[in-house]
């Protein structure tokens, strides 16, 4: 069973910059897609930035230029470097793992989900 645990989420002011982790156990193929995911309450989850099995990241366009994902395979880890962190940013943080070539564009085709770090950028 595949298991993710994120971490470093936090409190951080406009501008600043965080670095999520989410350390994977289990098998996680070469096959797998990874991304990052957050979520508002009552608001649904939105696909932040996701990385294809061959190493392809695509990312929501509020965040392009401003976060990037990256993945350390001999580590199992996934990161998400966040930097110019803007109000907006301020949400639940997911990781997801999912066992297709490319990152799906469907929820309910991610499988595996950690639970979550939150991120709250203050004026």
């Known amino acids: 069973e595949v298991k993710l645990v994120e971490s470093g989420g936090g409190s951080v002011q406009a501008g600043g910059s965080l670095r999520l982790s989410c350390a994977a156990s289990g098998y996680i193929g070469s096959s797998y897609s990874v991304g990052w995911f957050r979520q508002l309450a009552g608001k649904e989850r939105e696909l932040v930035a996701g990385?294809?099995?061959?190493?392809?990241?695509t990312y929501e366009d509020s965040v392009k230029g401003r976060f990037t994902i990256s993945k350390d395979d001999a580590k199992n880890t996934l990161y998400l470097q966040m930097n110019s962190l803007k109000l907006e940013d301020t949400a639940m943080y997911y990781c997801a793992a999912a066992g297709f070539f490319r990152v799906p564009d469907r929820l309910e085709r991610w499988p595996y989900w950690g639970q979550g770090t939150p991120v709250t950028v203050s004026s």
């Open positions: 990385l294809d099995s061959d190493g392809t990241a």
